[in-house]
């Protein structure tokens, strides 16, 4: 846990950078509200930590290479947000659950 104390400076600043870039040179419209900026930040926090924790375990990246994919993520997130006007978690968890619907609907018909 100490660890990870250590890198969240670093981690915190990879975050900041891709959510600045995006809100100064990603917005489609004009208008930044706190709402924007909440799920700016809370939706580019959690995609740049299963980033990290997946590069972290599964690349032998070095740590700079491992924030600026944090950095790339976050303003990736950022994108989706624009497109979607969901955040990524929530597009996706939205998507299971219409998978699983659908799912269980072709069952409901295939039984009767």
Do not use: H
């Not at 004009?30 to 700016?40: C, G, L, V, Y």
């Not at 950022?78 to 939205?94: G, R, V, W």
Request: charged content about 20%.
């Amino acid at each position: 846990m100490e660890k990870y104390l250590l890198v969240l400076p670093y981690f915190l600043t990879a975050c900041l950078i891709g959510i600045v870039a995006s809100l100064l040179f990603g917005t489609s419209n004009n208008k930044i509200t706190r709402n924007r900026i909440a799920r700016e930040v809370f939706g580019s926090l959690w995609i740049s930590a299963i980033a990290y924790f997946v590069l972290k375990q599964f690349c032998d990246w070095s740590a700079e290479l491992i924030y600026a994919s944090c950095s790339v993520t976050s303003f990736l997130n950022s994108k989706i947000i624009n497109f979607l006007d969901k955040d990524l978690i929530e597009a996706l968890f939205k998507g299971i659950l219409n998978k699983i619907k659908l799912l269980a609907n072709n069952t409901k018909n295939q039984e009767s």
